[in-house]
């Protein structure tokens, strides 16, 4: 699988706090990557330690191939755009003055993309109003029209949503996944509205207290969060059996364990496990939400 | 390089449009003063310029500070840029924004002032001519100190906005260029301190304050206070960067 960026062992401490305490994550091309965290978990430190706006304690980064300490991770950084916490905007200037600045920024030839970046955006009628008289959600989705200057094939967005209406999180939504559809963008969300991000990502990283605790792809979260039928036998290998026979979607987890993704009949499925001789130990319903597993998750990483 | 230059040259161009005016009109008012005062353009002027470029230091300030209070130098940062360019073009684009400055203050202020004289509005030319002359070639060996001194000088407002990184930079470098004006004050309670002189000298802030009187000087040697003041700015600006390289930014 190709990576756009992989990271060993980062670490940023400020004096002795310790921000990020060795995060190893791995943001696969093509990839919406969820990062999600509580405030203060270390989300914002990380993806300014990938934005070259701070340097890592201990530890390292590869970006497009290229190691944070090569000369070239200039190069690599001009493949990506970010939008960092707040808008990093001209007040005084219009949307389209901010993106020419940033085209002039980007060197780049001509300003022909600036009309089709603030439609995209939703931006394009905004005329002689400057952007210190934009709502909130302007301003962000001018900022994200700072970041695809140049066309980045790495957009990086620290917490894009926040203070945003619903109408607004429906757009920058939208906006995301048609950007990771139609241009390819590899897409690194931060947030802590897992709802949200339910709705976008394709891959996962939980953050807390500075330490990745886990990395999974949507599929294996849909898996983990899926409503099923967490049973205890005395042998699985019966259970497996006789759900088989019972064309029942099941998964073993143990000798002893399985999960259940159906309501069957339990009488049924109690008798048939009884005249194999495999007695039921437990059964209990299993419904996880994003949030809930998350929180038990974080509360499993502290316990550790 | 180049492209952060045109950025930083596209931000302060209406600054630019704003301060040519002002700058021919404290020109032509500093000539009607010192022709009204002395009946000659080429005494007097030094203190004026020591304001202007007070003044201009904070206006430099406050615009690099406007990177960091908007955050916009991350959209630098992000796509690449180094740290080491991004500081040599602040430096490089209000160096030459004051250089600029400099040029048109003192055209404007020998043009007008010659002007007055030629007119005779003000009865001038009295002073006996060799003496005119002899003000005259101070004043011309002066200048091209003041060429230097002026841009050299915006290397510590550079240094202050990038180390602050916010909004207080501007007023911060007007308080900071004003306290150094105590060494030029303490010259003339200590005129025997070699201490004193010789920090007078070095600093750019100094040489334009004083710099008609050590003009006036048998021994006066501009490329001495030239030199001095490339020191201070290549100083300034490896510490400034030394700072501002491993600096976290937000």
Redesign the interface.
């Known amino acids: 699988m190709d990576y756009v960026l992989k990271t060993n062992a980062l670490c940023k401490y400020?004096r002795h706090f310790k921000a990020l305490n060795g995060v190893t994550m791995n943001i696969p091309k093509g990839a919406i990557y969820g990062f999600v965290g509580k405030n203060g978990a270390g989300k914002t430190t990380f993806i300014?330690l990938i934005?070259?706006?701070?340097?890592p304690t201990s530890g390292d980064f590869v970006l497009y191939g290229v190691k944070n300490t090569d000369k070239a991770?200039?190069?690599?950084?001009?493949r990506?755009?970010?939008v960092?916490?707040?808008?990093?905007?001209?007040?005084n200037m219009t949307a389209e003055d901010n993106l020419?600045?940033?085209y002039?920024?980007?060197?780049m030839p001509s300003f022909d993309g600036i009309q089709e970046l603030l439609k995209l955006v939703g931006l394009e009628n905004t005329g002689k109003k400057k952007a210190k008289h934009f709502s909130l959600g302007m301003k962000q989705r001018l900022s994200i029209a700072?970041?695809l200057c140049?066309s980045p094939d790495f957009l990086i967005l620290d917490e894009p949503i926040n203070g945003l209406d619903p109408q607004g999180i429906i757009e920058i939504r939208e906006l995301i996944l048609k950007l990771n559809r139609e241009r390819q963008i590899t897409v690194l969300i931060s947030s802590h509205i897992l709802d949200e991000l339910s709705k976008l990502a394709t891959h996962y990283g939980f953050i807390d207290s500075g330490r990745i605790v886990k990395e999974m792809s949507a599929e294996e979260l849909e898996q983990a969060c899926r409503k099923c039928i967490h049973t205890t036998v005395t042998d699985t290998k019966i259970l497996a059996r006789v759900l088989d026979g019972m064309k029942i979607t099941y998964k073993i987890l143990d000798d002893t364990t399985a999960d259940i993704y159906a309501k069957p009949n339990f009488t049924q499925l109690v008798l048939a496990l009884s005249k194999e001789n495999c007695e039921v130990i437990t059964m209990e319903e299993h419904d996880e939400t994003l949030e809930s597993f998350f929180v038990n998750l974080i509360g499993g990483a502290n316990h550790e | 390089m180049s492209k952060l230059l045109s950025t930083e040259l596209y931000k302060i161009r209406e600054k630019i449009l704003l301060f040519i005016p002002i700058m021919i009109g404290f020109g032509v008012a500093m000539a009607f003063c010192a022709i009204s005062n002395s009946n000659t353009i080429y005494i007097g002027v030094s203190r004026f310029v020591f304001i202007f470029g007070v003044i201009l230091c904070g206006i430099t300030g406050m615009l690099i500070s406007q990177d960091f209070a908007y955050n916009t130098i991350r959209n630098k940062l992000i796509i690449g840029h180094t740290r080491l360019n991004i500081y040599l073009s602040y430096q490089i684009i209000f160096a030459v924004f004051i250089f600029l400055m400099t040029v048109i203050f003192m055209t404007a202020y020998i043009v007008s002032g010659n002007l007055f004289s030629y007119m005779e509005v003000f009865q001038i030319n009295q002073l006996a001519p060799d003496i005119l002359q002899i003000y005259r070639e101070n004043f011309f060996k002066a200048l091209p100190v003041y060429f230097i001194a002026m841009p050299a000088l915006t290397t510590l407002s550079v240094f202050i906005s990038v180390t602050l990184k916010n909004s207080t930079s501007g007023v911060v470098t007007i308080i900071l260029a004003d306290a150094l004006s105590l060494f030029p004050a303490l010259n003339e309670f200590f005129p025997e301190n070699k201490f004193i002189e010789y920090i007078n000298q070095i600093l750019p802030s100094s040489q334009i304050y004083l710099i008609e009187s050590f003009s006036a000087q048998s021994d006066f040697s501009p490329v001495k206070y030239i030199l001095f003041s490339l020191v201070f700015a290549v100083a300034m600006i490896a510490l400034g960067y030394a700072l501002f390289r491993k600096a976290d930014l937000k």
Do not use: F
């Open positions: 400020y300014r934005c070259g706006l701070q340097y991770i200039a190069d690599s950084r001009s990506m755009g970010a960092v916490e707040t808008p990093s905007i001209y007040p020419k600045m940033q002039r920024l980007l060197g700072i970041a140049g």
